[in-house]
């Protein structure tokens, strides 16, 4: 029996489309993962310059913040510094002016009367 059959032909034929549909899949798998990988490596370095642009952008914004603080810190100091100067002068005007002043009377001329002479004992 070495005629082949319709089934060893069919099968052979099967075999050859499975064989050759195995190496397109695998062609096309090879290049999808290189797609993919190459993918991976854009994605990761954007992230990384996405991360060191925030830590960056992050670093200006704290520095920003804590210059800001120090100016808050220092009018707010001023101002306590200002207010109780003011409050202080005010409370002294008013006591100054406030209290009661004892009544000035005008002292009356000064007259110089003359003494008398005082007799001396005569001379002998």
Known sequence: MDTPTEKDY????????IERLNGEAK???LAT???????????DAGLKSVREESSTKYAQLEAS???GQSEVIK?????????????????A????HSAPKPPTTAP???VIYP???TATPAAR
């Not at 993962?33 to 994605?43: C, E, F, M, S, V």
């Open 115 to 117: 003494q008398p002479a």
């Open 33 to 43: 993962d290189a797609r993919l990988d190459k993918l991976n490596q854009t994605i």
């Open 27 to 29: 062609a096309h798998q």
């Open 75 to 91: 009018w707010v100091v001023g101002a306590i510094l200002a207010s109780t100067a003011v409050s202080v002068s005010t409370i």
């Open 10 to 17: 069919i099968d052979a034929k099967l075999q050859a489309v």
């Open 65 to 67: 913040f804590h210059r």
């Open 93 to 96: 005007v008013l006591l100054v």
């Open 108 to 110: 009356g001329p000064i």
